[in-house]
DNA sequence: CCACTTTTTGACCAATTGGTAAAGCTACGA
DNA sequence: TCGTAGCTTTACCAATTGGTCAAAAAGTGG
């Protein structure tokens, strides 16, 4: 077993180990965890399933480290969001930048709402410990933004909630997209929401 | 078992597949199809698992019951869109009443989503065959609006889908919602979306 | 009260699944 | 070349789970 206290992992280890990550997300993704196997996340990732339980402890912490290392990238479309800048730009940069991961992680983007649909049973530390803050920090952002008259008024929360609510769509509900609209709905999806959140926010 | 072809199901039938059906709701609404067990649904329900199997033949037909018996109250609020109201009231009243059923049926809401995320695995002719047809119809009549003047032009499927979005992000996600909100997001969350499609819409 | 149908249950199964143990293989430095 | 640490596999469990079956129990009409 791979010494978790050890400094260096060995190359082979950094291979393996990215490649059961990368194998569980599609099937995580996919199926949910409980609706995952250790087989399936196995042949996906072309080892033996003891191979897999030899770089892991078990279904648990794969799940687990997906959802840690997940963290991150989500919020970061967010941290971005600069108090000096512009107002409308940022936000609606904000709301591009959310559509662009629905379209480049939305293995990342189901992971997640499975995990909050299902009551986020591994993720509410993590939503209050990171999520949580971050979001008052932006609130209070955009609230002075408003106070200042460079937006218009309306509930902050609301407003990010809603943001990500019509962006991770696109990912979320991808099978209901496709069948109802005939082309890619990115671009037209782009569009819309940035004369959506143009027309709310312009003063 | 009780014979599907017969005519009559007996009081007792009525009342015990209804049980069944409630408890299911709850089950498969909280874990996935995958992550329900028959166990878990005979608990909540207070019958035994071979109970369970003689009004339906398996798991599966209690879950396609349930998305079936889902599909109708489902399109029902679009379905009350009248082409003959005032546009812009009939797009606010829609979204009001999508926003009450995230309150009303987050079970109901929850079902589809999982169902939906994971592909839609037993929904897909339902999409094709009863949403697909009402949306078209549907966004047919908000174009007819709009080349009217009535309302402000967008894209009408896109609007459609972030209606979509928006109202059932309170059901599906009512869990990071909480986290990040301290009170009921009912009242905040309707007027908040009032305004933004009353900006967005108002020609 | 009796025959007959519907409903309910306890005992049981086969398949799946997460996980283990120990032997075998491989890479690599001395 | 050899020894050793790291990696992989084969064979195997125990628990869970969807589902079956025959018999018991409860309704029900006459």
Redesign the interface.
Known sequence: MPDGTSKKPSRIQMRNRSLILDAALDVFS??????ATLDQIAEAAGLSKPNILYYFTGKEEIHVTLLNQLMETWLDPLVEMDAAGDPLTELLDYVQRKLDMSRDLPRES?LF??E?????PRM?PH??AD??PL?NEKCAVIQTWMNDGKL?Q??P???V??I???T???A??D???R???DDD?HD??A???D??YR??LTP
Request: hydrophobic letters at 50%; glycine letters at 8%; charged letters at 15%.
């Open positions: 996919a199926h949910g965890y409980r609706g189901r709402a499975g909050i649909l299902q009551g986020a509410l939503l209050r999520l949580k979001l218009a309306v509930d929360r609301h407003l909630f809603s990500w609510a019509t991770q769509h696109y979320d509900f099978t209901q997209v069948v109802l609209l709905p037209s999806a569009q819309f929401l004369q959506m027309s709310l």
